[in-house]
Nanobody, 120 residues
């Protein structure tokens, strides 16, 4: 059974830090690029950061560039998102996503989401 389980969310003050971790099982983790998405109430789901299957290439949204860092450990089947200098606008449910292309067909698995709230 495919599972992606996020942990590390919670309530933090502006300027604080959180580290989200996603533990994967039930598929060949090293064959998938990993992504973090987030969604705030009433807004579209937004791609926050991504990392290639081998871990060598990363991308992040302009809104988090320089503050968030994505990393993965293929030996542990985990992907993490280190979030620093958090802002209230970072408040959202954060989702872990596993992605690969089979030709032009995407294959995606999703975690259940974890709440991040940035507030004084």
């Amino acid at each position: 059974q495919v599972q992606l389980v996020e942990s590390g969310g919670g309530l933090v003050q502006p300027g604080g830090s959180l580290r989200l971790t996603c533990a994967a099982s039930g598929f060949i983790f090293s064959s998938y690029a990993m992504r973090w998405y987030r969604q705030a109430p009433g807004k579209e789901r937004e791609l926050v950061a991504s990392i290639a299957s081998a871990g060598g290439s990363t991308n992040s949204a302009d809104s988090v560039k320089g503050r968030f860092t994505i990393s993965r450990d293929n030996a542990k089947n985990t992907v993490s998102l280190q979030m620093n200098s958090l802002k209230p606008e970072d408040t959202a449910v954060y989702y872990c996503n596993a992605h690969r292309m089979v030709g032009w067909t995407p294959v995606d698995y999703w975690g259940q989401g974890t709440q991040v709230t940035v507030s004084s």
